[in-house]
């Protein structure tokens, strides 16, 4: 397998323009999670899907973000309108889940290096 | 309020020695605790994990790391350290029941091995 692709690996914008972040989990997960990493705040849980339903966005920073997961095999994080503050790593990474709610290891994608000028 | 400790933020160890890369949590029940490894510019990876049994547990690239519930802890542990062990370690929890299973990471500790 693959492993869990995001595209693009680097992405500089400027401060208003719309960003979409990709996600490809890999095959049979059935939750994919979005984070994003800054050296403030360190690793932050954005929000998880569950079957392609979100589960939980109470990461997400404002409204400026949504997150969409329209079948097993993608999903997308959109930053509209980005601002500056919004320059990070964007993490994807999906997992099993388990009997119990417990979940199996999950496993990360490469990132979305993003820098909003 | 559940919860991830990674005390230290930075462990300098000299090649060869060994090493320890703390964490702690506080949860009640019984959660999944996991270690994972971050190389510069690069995901995270996948080291080990601990959910129940031996409290000593053997991961990726000779890690190893050490349960202790009275001290609700999981320690990652190496007994001969390599330069290329640094960087930064993340341990991370999950809990399932009302959180849905979600990983909940520590800060983070960065560790830099000296030739």
């Known amino acids: 397998d693959a492993g869990v692709i995001q595209s693009p690996r680097h992405e500089v914008t400027e401060m208003g323009q719309e960003v979409t972040l990709r996600c490809k989990p890999i095959s049979g997960h059935d939750y994919l999670f979005w984070y994003r990493q800054t050296m403030m705040r360190g690793l932050e849980l954005l929000i998880y899907f569950n079957n392609n339903v979100p589960i939980d966005d109470s990461g997400m920073p404002e409204d400026r973000f949504s997150a969409k997961m329209p079948n097993a095999s993608f999903s997308t994080l959109k930053i509209q309108p980005s601002e500056p503050r919004d320059s990070a790593v964007y993490f994807c990474a999906s997992s099993f889940g388990l009997a119990g709610g417990h979940q199996e290891t999950q496993y990360f994608g490469p990132g979305t290096r993003l820098l909003v000028l | 309020a559940q919860s991830v400790a990674q005390p230290e933020d930075q462990v300098n160890v000299a090649e060869g020695n060994p090493l320890t890369v703390k964490c702690t949590y506080s949860v009640s029940g019984n959660p999944y605790l996991f270690w994972y490894v971050q190389y510069p510019n690069r995901g995270l990876q996948f080291l080990l994990k601990?959910?129940?049994?031996?409290?000593l547990v053997k991961g990726s690239y000779g890690f190893e790391a050490e349960f202790n519930k009275s001290q609700t802890s999981l320690h990652l542990k190496k007994p001969s350290a390599l330069v290329s062990d640094s960087a930064l370690y993340f341990c991370?929890?999950?809990?399932?029941?009302?959180?849905?299973?979600?990983?909940?990471f520590g800060q983070g500790t960065e560790l830099s091995v000296k030739p």
């Open positions: 991370a929890v999950t809990f399932s029941y009302n959180q849905g299973g979600k990983l909940i």
């Open positions: 601990y959910i129940t049994g031996d409290n």
